[in-house]
Nanobody, 117 residues
Framework: QVQLVESGGGLVQGGGSLRLSCAAS??????????MGWYRQAPGKQRELVAA???????HYANSVKGRFTISRVNANNTVYLQMNSLKPEDTAVYYC?????????WGQGTQVTVSS
């Protein structure tokens, strides 16, 4: 069974911090060459990439979160994290975890992040 399970979302005041986690379970996640990423979708908007990290640690960030968010991963347990600092109301969205290889593409169920002004 293949699963990506996100956690860590919630309600926070503007300027605050949250840390999201995504744990991948299932034998397929032993494929060593992969990319894990965080996406978000706000109401009425398209899903967008927030940050991604490859299995060798290369990272990519959306311009809107550079300097505020940090993505990291622990390969040994197929877990990816998103540390979100200096949160803004416009960061409010459902955040999704994604795991990608050349032949596979899996998404988590999403976790809600709400930032109050």
């Amino acid at each position: 069974q293949v699963q990506l399970v996100e956690s860590g979302g919630g309600l926070v005041q503007g300027g605050g911090s949250l840390r999201l986690s995504c744990a991948a379970s299932g034998s397929i996640f032993s494929i060593s060459i992969n990319t894990m990423g965080w996406y978000r979708q706000a109401p009425g908007k398209q899903r967008e990439l927030v940050a991604a990290i490859t299995s060798v640690g290369s990272t990519h960030y959306a311009n809107s979160v550079k300097g505020r968010f940090t993505i990291s991963r622990v390969n040994a347990n197929n877990t990816v994290y998103l540390q979100m600092n200096s949160l803004k109301p416009e960061d409010t969205a459902v955040y999704y975890c994604r795991w990608i290889t050349t032949a596979h593409d899996y998404w988590g169920q999403g976790t809600q992040v709400t930032v109050s002004s």
